[in-house]
């Protein structure tokens, strides 16, 4: 009892002196409609002699979300244990809204909110409040935190975030089956009263489907729903708060569900027979009909596998699936006669390739038809009554032999006579000939195995009735061979004998070749010539075998005595008629060493006496060679130099024009050239030798009319240049040909008196002095010339 007493009177005094002051002393409470509800007491100061009792602190106010009120809302009110009620004490706020969402009196400590709230944008508020001495403007106690929460309100209706869906289940599936699962979402506050509480139900999709209304999964609600019946479903789903009460809102989505196909329909004929026309010319491999059988499955379950149920006419045809229209191809894998068999009747199977063992015992899985095909007759080429013909023939047969026939018949009913001729395009249409009416094959040459061995051409059968039916065969025939040619060495043979070769020894193994067709086990045999019978030096071994081998005869052979042996070997066949030749082998001596290799043969052992090696002679020849080539260069070089020199000489004056740097002497310089032509055109020599170009040994005169004195200069140039222009001794090349003519206005007129229509008499050069000095030596002359001129004395 004691220990109780003590227990309660200590805790009277940590609570009631203000040691411990609770965090969360109020439980969640409702809107209080009373300001003295909703009172933050702020602790006074107190000193440390007095003990002041501190009342009960609120650190939490509620305020109602989405107000639609005419007034500000009232919160909550704060006080300070040191208002005295004297209006001494100045309440401030600051934090989160302060002075935008909430308002204090500064007076009272009254709280409002100015704005209407939203839980979903902002769920609460944290404020700091603080008592202010309205004379010192000093706090009168520290600052106390406090939250105001915004208290939610039903204003949110669920939604649907991942809405519409779309989801499958598989038909015929069984009730219960798990479809697809929906959720809503609520924006209110699921820890607040039922706001946020969605309960899910179907609007629309019964009796089909169902929905958990707590879970929002979708499941089937009735067995074996077909999709051949009905493939796509839409069901309406609503989510509603409230937990579904009357007042609740709700929110809706669509679910689109598909039925997907499983193989549970067999395929089917739509008819049991299915009657074909087929032409009896329908060539193997060809399409001759479809049939179809039905599914009303999808996709690979639908996919359908043909086959020929084996009877009557089976193995002459085929039937094969198209991938596209799963329709069964018939082919024909024989070819039809119709004089033969008319008709053909066979079953034919359709079957799943994909089966669903859930549902076998449905039956089975597979139906059968009859096909029934009837052969439409056709009138057709003749037949030959072999696909190939093989024929043989001797070579050298004459000419005009029959060495087969060829048969071929009209099968048709009421049947055609039937010719025969070689296909042109062939090759062997110009050796062998046919007759059109019997088809017997001869020969129109002589044949030659050893040209060619072998015939291959065409022969074509067609009706008389109708030639434009028709029909071709090959035909082969082999040439045989007759025994005409001898046989002979494989290859010209040349060997070498040692000369230190001993009797018995074989120094060379020789076969034969035979341009004869060899028959099988045909031998070869060889023997020497009876002339190289007698001491021979050689011998000739036959090893049965188609070979034969040189064998020496002696102990040694001497290149100073006979450095060459020519052998005569006879090889003749085993055919009939027996054919032989003689061929003649040249063998060599040679020096060898102990081991018999050859070191040196012909050329060596000419010079061995000089002392001559094989490298030597090599070395000299290619120093002659090099000696030829340097002779040869310096010809061809000096050649090139001299014809440069040629075309570069001065006497040359093809396309080249010749300067002289310098200056005449006037009229009194004779040496540049001859001024006497310009004076008086009759000096001119009828057979003077051009000098602009390079003469001839022979020059032809060239007759030139005369010039009369008093003809202008200028009609004397263009006569000049027309005598080059027709001269056939001219040259073919450019020349330079310069004719000197002042021409009309000049400053100084004309320096010729050729121009002049007076003499020289009445000429008065007095002017030539008032030129200068460059004139002075002409003016002398031509006043010499007057004053000493006779017609002028008085």
């Known amino acids: 009892m004691l220990t109780r007493n003590c227990l309660s009177l200590l805790l009277w005094v940590l609570f009631d002196g203000g040691l411990l002051t609770p965090l969360q002393p109020q439980p969640q409470q409702t809107l209080a409609t009373e300001p003295t509800e909703n009172v933050i007491h702020l602790p006074g100061r107190r000193s440390h002699f007095q003990r002041v009792k501190r009342g009960w602190v609120w650190n939490q106010f509620f305020v109602l979300e989405e107000y ?100 499958s289940v598989p038909e015929m599936s069984p009730v219960g089956a798990y479809v697809l699962q929906v959720k809503a979402t609520d924006a209110d506050d699921p820890t607040y009263g039922n706001s946020a509480r969605v309960v899910y139900s179907i609007l629309q999709g019964q009796p089909y489907f169902s929905i958990d209304p707590k879970t929002g999964v979708i499941r089937t609600a009735l067995p074996n729903m077909d999709r051949e019946v009905k493939e796509q479903y839409q069901v309406l789903i609503q989510a509603k708060d409230m937990g579904g009460q009357l007042g609740g809102l709700a929110g809706t989505t669509v679910v689109n569900i598909t039925l997907t196909d499983v193989n549970d329909n067999p395929p089917r004929f ?136 060829v048969t071929a018949q009209d099968l048709d009913v009421g049947s055609s006579a039937v010719r025969y001729f070689i296909d042109w395009k062939s090759d062997g249409d110009s050796y062998f000939t046919i007759d059109g009416t019997e088809g017997t094959i001869a020969t129109s040459e002589l044949l030659d195995r050893e040209s060619t061995a072998q015939y291959n051409f065409s022969i074509i059968a067609s009706k008389v009735s109708n030639p434009l039916l028709s029909s071709k065969v090959n035909i082969l025939i082999n040439v045989l061979d007759v025994n005409e040619f001898p046989p002979e060495i494989s290859v010209p043979y040349e060997t070498a004998v040692c000369e230190n070769a001993k009797p018995g020894q074989i120094i060379q193994i020789v076969s034969a070749a035979d341009r004869d067709l060899s028959p099988a086990g045909q031998q070869f045999s060889f023997r020497l010539s009876p002339e190289a019978a007698i001491k021979p030096n050689f011998t000739v071994r036959d090893f049965r075998n188609n070979t034969a081998g040189i064998e020496t005869r002696r102990n040694g052979y001497s290149r100073r005595q006979q450095e060459l042996y020519f052998l005569p070997v006879v090889i003749e066949d085993s055919s009939y008629p027996v054919q032989s030749s003689t061929n003649t082998m040249t063998i060599r001596v040679c020096r060898c060493d102990s081991d018999g290799t050859i070191l040196s043969c012909n050329v060596e052992a000419i010079f061995l006496p000089v002392g001559l090696s094989t490298g030597a002679l090599i070395a000299i020849l290619l120093c002659i060679v090099i000696l030829l080539a340097i002779v040869v260069l310096y010809v061809a070089l000096r050649r090139q130099k001299k014809k440069d020199t040629l075309m570069t000489s001065k006497e040359d004056i093809r396309d080249n ?85 002042e021409g009309n206005g000049s400053v100084a007129d004309s320096l010729s008196s050729i121009d002049s229509l007076t003499t020289e008499a009445d000429q008065d050069y007095d002017y030539l002095t008032d030129w200068g000095p460059r004139f002075k030596v002409l003016a002398d002359m031509f006043g010499e010339e007057e004053s000493y001129n006779p017609d002028k004395v008085t």
Do not use: W
């Open 270 to 405: 739509p008819k049991s027979i299915f009657h074909l026309k087929v032409p009896e010319s329908s060539p193997i491999g060809s399409a001759i009909g479809r049939i179809r059988a039905v599914d009303p499955d999808f996709g690979q379950n639908a996919e359908i596998e043909y086959n020929i149920v084996p009877g009557d006419g089976g193995n002459l045809f085929d039937i094969v699936t198209d991938e596209d229209t799963q329709e069964g191809v018939i082919k024909l894998k024989k070819p039809l006669d119709f004089e033969t068999k008319k008709a053909y009747t066979f079953k034919v199977e359709a079957s799943n390739l994909h089966l669903d063992h859930r549902f076998h015992s449905a039956g089975p899985f597979k139906d059968t038809a009859t096909v029934k095909i009837s052969v439409l007759d056709v009138e057709e080429p003749p037949v030959f009554s072999k696909p190939l013909y093989t024929m043989e023939v001797y070579e050298d047969t004459p000419v005009g032999t029959i060495i087969g026939a």
């Open 657 to 741: 024009v010749i300067h002289y740097d310098d200056e005449g002497g006037g009229e009194e310089d004779t040496q540049a050239f001859d001024i006497g032509a310009l004076r008086n055109p009759k000096v001119i020599e009828d057979n003077k030798i051009r000098r602009d170009i390079k003469p001839d040994t022979l020059c032809l005169p060239r007759q030139r009319p005369p010039v009369e004195d008093n003809t202008d200069i200028r009609d004397f140039i263009h006569q000049r240049l027309q005598e080059n222009d027709v001269d056939p001794t001219a040259p073919p090349y450019d020349s330079l040909a310069t004719y000197a003519y």
């Open 68 to 167: 639609m009120g005419s007034e500000p809302q009232y919160v909550g009110k704060l006080h300070s244990d040191l208002d005295k009620g004297e209006g001494t004490v100045k309440y401030t706020l600051s934090g989160d809204g302060a002075g935008t969402v909430f308002t204090i009196d500064e007076t009272t400590g009254d709280i409002h909110a100015i704005r209407s709230l939203d839980r979903e944008e902002k769920p609460f508020y944290t404020l700091r409040a603080q008592a202010v001495d309205i004379e010192t403007r000093k706090p009168l106690e520290p600052e106390s935190e406090f939250i105001i929460k915004v208290q939610d309100i039903n204003d949110n209706e669920p939604k649907f975030l991942d809405g519409p869906y779309v989801a």
